[in-house]
């Protein structure tokens, strides 16, 4: 089994219990089509465009509308180890400066689930290479929205609608 990355300094590490297999979750992330459904960071987000090519080496690009306007991530994935671990460099297009030459590490492990039957993962988002308290602030809460949303998509909730009136990072 795959040990999950050790958290660096300048680093933001979270972790999230999903009601999900670590298989599912893991194919959830790579899913394109799936993506627009549950990749933001609170209601008020959406995905407006996504490309994504889910092989290492591979290119992917979600493009967000917010309310303070257009923002694209995107970056190249470095590891992918099916149902265990993805890996990838990550950016923005308009703010370069907010994450040049991080990475994103995200392990998939297998878990109890305390909520009832079913599978569940752990899911250990780790993101290196941010250099200030500011970039790790906000990465932190971006990252932990994705998250959240992400855990109520795979138990086939709209992630949106189970966020609405919650604010970021809660």
């Not at 995107?74 to 950016?91: D, M, Q, S």
């Not at 998939?108 to 305390?114: C, S, W, Y």
Request: contains cysteine; aromatic residues 10%; charged residues 20%.
């Amino acid at each position: 089994m795959t040990e999950p990355t050790a958290q660096p300094e300048n680093a933001v590490r979270l972790n999230k219990l999903v009601q999900a297999a670590p298989q599912k979750v893991y194919d959830t992330w790579l899913d394109a089509s799936q993506y627009a459904k549950w990749f933001a960071p609170e209601p008020g987000v959406t995905c407006t465009g996504i490309t994504l090519d889910a092989t290492v080496g591979g290119t992917f690009s979600v493009v967000m509308q917010t309310p303070n306007g257009t923002h694209t991530g995107e970056g190249v994935f470095t590891e992918l180890i099916p149902g265990r671990r993805i890996a990838f460099t990550w950016g923005w297009v308009e703010h370069p400066e907010m994450a040049e030459g991080s990475t994103v590490t995200l392990d998939f492990l297998d878990a109890d689930n305390p909520y009832g039957d079913g599978p569940a993962t752990e899911v250990i988002l780790t993101h290196a290479g941010l250099d200030t308290a500011v970039k790790r602030s906000e990465h932190t809460g971006g990252w932990w929205g994705c998250l959240k949303s992400l855990g109520y998509f795979v138990r086939g909730v709209d992630p949106r609608e189970a966020m609405a009136g919650q604010t970021a990072g809660a």
